[in-house]
């Protein structure tokens, strides 16, 4: 088959209402291992498959993050939570990443962090076998379970770091998100129960068990859930406060055990 040209596949993504045709189109490009896969991955793309998932990587802080269909794709405004356990706990040595997805967020942590104890769980079987190719190259464990239950007992009062983006869109608005995501994503990654936060109350009760003195919770909510959010740290016993991105519209709730 012959070399497609930029030109072409950025016409054939800007027909199929790519807002950022010639990036896509060069990031493919530079992507496909042949004019063939190049190709099939321009169709999959113009047939509305994610950027990421057409890739078969992301890119979040830094770092090139595998992701395969059915796992969710680790979104820009997360890397304020790795911003914030960073400087929150820059002498953590033992890091949890709950809820984990791809590992996105277990992965940046260890980079910056350099030679930590990582673990990682999530629910969904297929999201574990992505995040134990992210996590490999770091000595981080990913294991498949529901939230604390799934994390070895040895780690219990042992946790400096503990993030955890949870899925905080409330039931009743899932059909509302792009279809990026409602179609593409796991629904156990996005639903958060019928206010969003059914999930983030249970990783803020079962915290403060797995937690160092001084260790510190993040976890990832909206604007509009905030304050709930805040009062679901206090009431588990932790010193909690808010950290806001207006850039990267994001809210990351930071809790810490004294």
């Known amino acids: 088959m012959p070399l497609l040209s930029l030109t072409s596949v950025v016409t054939a993504l800007r027909a199929a209402g790519c807002v950022f045709a010639e990036d896509e189109a060069e990031l493919i490009l530079a992507t496909a291992p042949t004019p063939d896969e190049a190709a ?10 994610p950027l ?8 979040f802080a830094g770092l090139r993050i595998t992701v395969e269909p059915g796992v969710f794709v680790p979104r820009r405004r997360t890397e304020h939570l790795v911003e914030q356990a960073l400087a929150t706990a820059p002498g953590a040595r033992v890091v949890v990443d709950l809820c984990c997805g791809s590992g996105a967020v277990g992965a940046a942590l260890a980079a910056s962090l350099g030679g930590v104890e990582l673990h990682a769980a999530d629910i969904d079987p297929v999201a574990v076998r992505c995040a134990r190719r992210n996590l490999g190259p770091y000595g981080g464990r990913a294991h498949q379970g529901d939230l604390f239950a799934a994390l070895p007992d040895h780690l219990r009062g042992r946790v400096d770091i503990l993030a955890a983006n949870v899925p905080y869109v409330p039931t009743g608005e899932v059909p509302l998100l792009p279809s990026e995501a409602r ?3 796991p629904l156990v990654a996005l639903d958060g129960g019928t206010d ?8 803020a009760a079962g915290a403060p068990d797995w937690l160092a003195p001084g260790g510190c919770l993040l976890v990832e909510t ?4 905030a304050p709930h959010a805040l009062d679901a740290f ?14 990267r519209h994001a809210h990351v709730v930071i809790g810490t055990r004294a």
């Open 196 to 203: 969003g936060l059914d999930v983030l109350r249970r990783v």
């Open 222 to 225: 909206s604007r509009r859930q």
């Open 234 to 247: 206090h009431r588990s016993g932790l010193t909690a406060r808010t950290a806001v991105s207006e850039e």
């Open 183 to 185: 179609d593409h994503e």
């Open 40 to 49: 099939s991955m321009v169709d999959r793309r113009v047939a509305g498959l």
């Open 52 to 59: 990421e998932l057409v890739l078969g990587w992301a890119e």
